[in-house]
């Protein structure tokens, strides 16, 4: 079985209507849940609403903030001042001395995705490897673009708590000519849809529109697939989230109204 939500336009559309479906499943919980969002960075930033209304929600139960989940994925700030491809080296040698832990990952999806370990040589940057080979007009393998990031050697062991959740994205060339676009599916083996869906899908969608602009390409939408996918609970109650929902639901009521 699987649960397929609705196409929806932008970040927040899909979010909340996720949100709403899987909340409607027995415990609250559901598996493979498809959701898909055709502007992937409409609405995506706390300047909007309802993002702000979920961040301040995460951050006043002291759980981290949108961007900051965000930018697990993918270091917006980082790469509007120094650009591509210098901002891998400043990531590389600035933040991640500052993040990574002790004998286990940073909890940045982006260094997995920007360092691949490979035994023989120096770590593979999938990112640009995928930039690359949209810029060269020699490449004809145009549905190739994967990146990896589970990675069983340091992923798989006793605990069911922690390591990474985000375990795999497919990029795919949509159209032909000056009309390509480029898409995204990401999948998820287990997503909290409340503490991290919401940023999850702004730091996919800007990760997806940096590889398309930098490739010359144009933005096309973004899929998310979560395997085991969950209305967390765990640090709020039911009260807590229909008053949340609630004024999430206001807010795009009035920006419907003014527009």
Not at 162 to 175: E, K
């Amino acid at each position: 079985m699987y649960l397929p939500i609705p196409p929806q336009p932008d970040c927040v559309a899909g979010w909340r209507e996720a949100v709403r479906l899987v909340d409607l499943a027995t415990g609250h919980q559901a598996q493979k849940v498809v959701i898909s969002v055709a502007e992937p960075t409409a609405r995506a930033t706390l300047a909007d609403p309802v993002v702000a209304e979920v961040d301040a929600f995460l951050s006043g139960h002291g759980k981290k903030p949108i961007e900051t989940v965000a930018n697990t994925i993918f270091p917006a700030a980082l790469y509007r001042r120094y650009g591509a491809p210098q901002f891998f080296d400043r990531f590389r040698d600035n933040v991640l001395p500052k993040v990574r832990r002790s004998g286990a990952w940073s909890g940045y999806y982006f260094e997995r995705m920007m360092e691949l370990p490979r035994a023989d040589g120096q770590p593979i940057n999938q990112i640009w490897g995928i930039v690359e080979r949209l810029r060269n007009p020699n490449v004809r393998a145009l549905n190739k673009f994967e990146l990896l990031i589970f990675d069983p050697a340091r992923d798989v062991n006793d605990s069911p708590y922690g390591g990474q959740c985000l375990s795999f994205a497919s990029l795919n060339l949509i159209g032909k000519g000056d009309d390509r676009r480029l898409g995204m599916t990401a999948l998820y083996r287990n997503h909290y849809y409340i503490e991290k869906l919401l940023g999850n899908l702004i730091g996919l969608g800007r990760l997806l529109e940096f590889i398309a602009k930098e490739g010359g390409v144009a933005l096309g939408p973004l899929t998310i697939v979560s395997t085991n996918a969950t209305v967390d609970t765990a640090n709020w109650n039911r009260g807590d989230l229909k008053q949340l929902f609630e004024r999430c639901d206001q807010a795009s009521a009035h920006l419907r109204a003014a527009a």
